[in-house]
């Protein structure tokens, strides 16, 4: 609602004025409403001023939590991210690789050796199986026949 103060209104405002301080005192007193009035304004643009102070200053503080979250997921950092994730798959995977071979040539040395000592067993075996058939063939082991005390003392 406008107060609707139009030029009719503001004569008889002038006109009361006239009458109830004078027309000597009517231009000190004016001046004195301009000084009121322009005080008054100073201060209604100081207000507005400091709430669009704090209204930039929101604003700011708005940008800088969306910079710091844009910081925060960069693009190029989260793709370097799983780059990096994928390289140490990778590097994990040759080595994995890695000590599969060593295990394997491992078992194979194992095996080897196993081979080769299953081969010297059957061989000991082989030869004690052979000097076991000598000695029963020239009868080293079965008593030597006794010769009478007669053919010993030469009789």
Do not use: C, W, Y
């Not at 009458?19 to 009121?36: A, F, I, S, T």
């Not at 997921?73 to 140490?88: M, T």
């Amino acid at each position: 609602m406008s107060p609707g103060i139009g030029m009719p209104e503001l004569l008889v405002v002038l006109v009361l004025a006239l009458v109830v301080v004078g027309p000597q005192q009517l231009p000190v007193m004016m001046r004195k409403v301009g000084q009121m009035m322009a005080q008054a304004r100073a201060m209604a643009k100081d207000f507005q001023n400091s709430f669009e102070e704090i209204g930039r200053e929101t604003e700011l503080s708005e940008l800088r939590r969306e910079i710091e979250a844009l910081k925060q997921s960069n693009p190029v950092n989260e793709i370097g991210g799983e780059l990096n994730k994928a390289a140490r798959a990778a590097q994990d995977d040759d080595i994995r690789q890695l000590k599969m071979k060593q295990v394997e040539k491992d078992q194979a040395v194992l095996e080897a050796a196993k081979a080769d000592k299953l081969a010297a067993l059957e061989q000991a075996d082989a030869d004690t199986s052979t000097e076991a058939g000598e000695e029963a063939a020239t009868g080293e082991d079965a008593p030597a026949p006794q010769k009478h005390a007669d053919q010993i003392k030469g009789r």
